[in-house]
């Protein structure tokens, strides 16, 4: 786990980033920029329990093509989530809070898993554990007014001029930030891979 002091802001970007690319940096700078934060970790997986895990690149690789794409010194990518043995995000996030008080941390998302998010383990209680902001994706700028936890904690919902203040805010608390959007995507460059392996 990255060193952080008291009073510092961080967010927290995960996922399995299969392959990383400029788009999932993109999001990592607007976070930085938009929500004043002094750090974002970098979060690897092992894997997402909801998705396919037959063309997941090893752990080692994803750790080294990630701290390649995301670029910034304030960016510290991490993958202790498999030495933990975490496999949900809302075990993750518990073990982050109970080992770091004094610090503000924000959860971050694409709008891209917006749609699915009810579908994670205990995603109550990740709503419940850091404030969330949601960075806009191509596709899923309208995905955050019809999906669940945007209906389920619509009364949570901050101004987006407000980012700046969310990660010192009591969760539950949300947030959607707009900005510029990157068409890539991973599944995208998967497929293109595919096919040029055939």
């Not at 901050?158 to 949300?174: F, G, N, T």
Request: hydrophobic share 45%; glycine share 6%.
């Amino acid at each position: 786990m990255p060193h952080v002091e008291k009073g510092m802001r961080v967010g927290l970007f995960g996922g399995s980033f299969n392959p990383p690319h400029a788009g999932h940096a993109l999001v990592a700078e607007i976070a930085l920029r938009r929500l004043a934060l002094d750090q974002l970790w970098w979060l690897v997986t092992p894997g997402n329990p909801l998705k396919n895990k037959n063309d997941l690149l090893p752990l080692g690789e994803r750790i080294k093509l990630s701290e390649r794409v995301a670029g910034n010194p304030k960016v510290k990518v991490t993958a202790f989530e498999a030495s933990n043995n975490f496999r949900y995000t809302a075990d993750t996030l518990a073990y982050i809070k109970a080992r770091n008080p004094g610090v503000d941390f924000v959860w971050i998302m694409g709008a891209d898993n917006l749609r699915d998010f009810h579908r994670w383990q205990r995603w109550r209680q990740i709503v419940l554990t850091f404030p969330i902001a949601v960075v806009d994706r191509p596709g899923s700028t309208l995905a955050f007014l019809s999906s669940v936890v945007a209906k389920t904690f619509d009364y949570a919902r901050v101004d987006e001029a407000d980012a700046p203040r969310l990660a010192r805010m009591k969760a539950p608390a949300w947030t959607f930030i707009h900005g510029p959007r990157s068409l890539l995507s991973s599944t995208a460059i998967r497929a293109q891979k595919t096919q040029q392996n055939q």
